[in-house]
T-cell receptor, first 114, second 108 residues
Framework: DTGVSQNPRHKITKRGQNVTFRCDPI?????LYWYRQTLGQGPEFLTY????????KSRLLSDRFSAERPKGSFSTLEIQRTEQGDSAMYLC????????????FGPGTRLLVL | DAKTTQPPSMDCAEGRAANLPCNHS???????VYWYRQIHSQGPQYIIH???NNETNEMASLIITEDRKSSTLILPHATLRDTAVYYC?????????FGTGTRLQVFP
């Protein structure tokens, strides 16, 4: 399977703990995106990378959130000191650069903060 | 905020065509219209996109009005597996802004 993969698929943690999610994009895609989706809502943009450079961050991405893509391949999203409001599905997508280029999504990581 | 307006829900009989409308009256000349769908608990699945011309692929057809202010996604022969939330998105900057979509229920 050469699609976008995300790990873990599910994560349960206690409030105050740190969590890290991983995304492996489609191999030839130089853009990688993170979105968050809460129940009943559409996905919301968090941040995106072109190669290893983080080009845009949403105001939704508080200081407790950090994303990296150190070698321009896989990416990690870390949430420090988790709060119950962080419970959501975290989605990763990848694409090539340029207008009209399609983003392909992974299966998501579902986070539950107790 | 999303730049599109979609009905919150629609029903369709299995085997019939499902026509999902989308209004995007403020679309800019260089913005594409994308359609994705999301089946419960899965990541969004790309369906189709277009700029000005109508488009067709193995999944669906996209009809864009001449003024580009609205579009229709057509699933020609809906099946039960097409039950999902369908999102219409206009995009230029590569940052997809999702609305709440249309929940399509296909019934036997």
């Amino acid at each position: 399977d050469t699609g976008v993969s995300q790990n873990p698929r599910h994560k349960i943690t206690k409030r105050g703990q740190n969590v890290t999610f991983r995304c492996d994009p489609i191999s030839e895609h130089n853009r990688l995106y993170w979105y968050r989706q809460t129940l009943g809502q559409g996905p919301e943009f968090l941040t995106y990378f072109q190669n290893e450079a983080q080009l845009e961050k949403s105001r939704l991405l508080s200081d407790r959130f950090s994303a990296e893509r150190p070698k321009g391949s896989f990416s990690t999203l870390e949430i420090q000191r988790t709060e119950q409001g962080d419970s959501a599905m975290y989605l990763c997508a990848s694409s090539t650069a340029g207008a009209g280029k399609t983003q392909y999504f992974g299966p998501g990581t579902r986070l539950l903060v107790l | 905020d999303a730049k599109t307006t979609q009905p919150p829900s629609m029903d369709c009989a299995e085997g019939r065509a499902a026509n999902l409308p989308c209004n995007h009256s403020t679309i800019s000349g260089n913005e594409y219209v994308y359609w994705y769908r999301q089946i419960h608990s899965q990541g969004p699945q790309y369906i189709i996109h277009g700029l000005k011309n109508n488009e067709t692929n193995e999944m669906a057809s996209l009809i864009i009005t001449e003024d580009r202010k609205s579009s229709t996604l057509i699933l020609p022969h809906a099946t039960l597996r097409d039950t999902a939330v369908y999102y219409c998105i206009v995009d230029y900057t590569d940052k997809l802004i999702f609305g709440t979509g249309t929940r399509l229920q296909v019934f036997p």
